[in-house]
């Protein structure tokens, strides 16, 4: 596999070898390659969660267990203004 790099990347690479952290052009990939793939791992991760912490609201809402979103933002105001209020004393 041949691949091109950027003249900023290939400075990059150098760098990394010239610090003495890797000792070669392909450790330096490897391990920017390791790190791109537990990246995506990470997302991948969190998207899952996010896709089941929507689900969760969607069965709440179909069962009619919602709150108008005005209130709630009135709520969550009214719960600021009281912490503003009790930080001014």
Do not use: C, H, W
Request: net charge negative.
């Amino acid at each position: 596999m041949n691949v091109s790099l950027t003249p900023e990347l290939e400075l990059f690479i150098q760098s990394q070898i010239e610090s003495g952290k890797y000792a070669s052009t392909d450790e330096v990939i490897l391990a920017a390659l390791r790190a791109f793939e537990e990246r995506e791992r990470i997302y991948k991760g969190r998207f899952d969660e996010l896709r089941q912490e929507i689900m969760v609201g969607v069965e709440a809402s179909e069962r009619g267990e919602v709150v108008d979103g005005e209130i709630v933002f009135s709520q969550l105001q009214q719960k600021l203004q009281q912490l503003r209020d009790r930080g001014g004393e």
